[in-house]
């Protein structure tokens, strides 16, 4: 079962994510969510949850939030 809930434009998304708990990776070239998410040990959809942005797709430089191990 799959449970969405919308998020306000307005709503802090941030607050919700301790930053000790995270580091922020930058985009490669050749960089994919794919494999982003086998080095990092994520699944594609707690990837996408963490960086709804990169759902439509990877940028070269783009900052993506990874949580900590």
């Known amino acids: 079962m799959t449970l969405k809930i919308p998020v306000s434009e307005h709503a802090n998304v941030d607050a919700l994510k301790p930053a000790e708990d995270y580091f922020t990776h930058e985009v490669l070239p050749k960089q994919t969510a794919y494999s982003l998410g086998k080095k990092y040990g994520l ?3 707690s990837l996408y949850l963490l960086n709804p942005e990169a759902e439509s797709g990877l940028q070269i430089g783009q900052k993506l939030l990874i949580p900590k191990r």
């Open 43 to 45: 699944s594609l959809d």
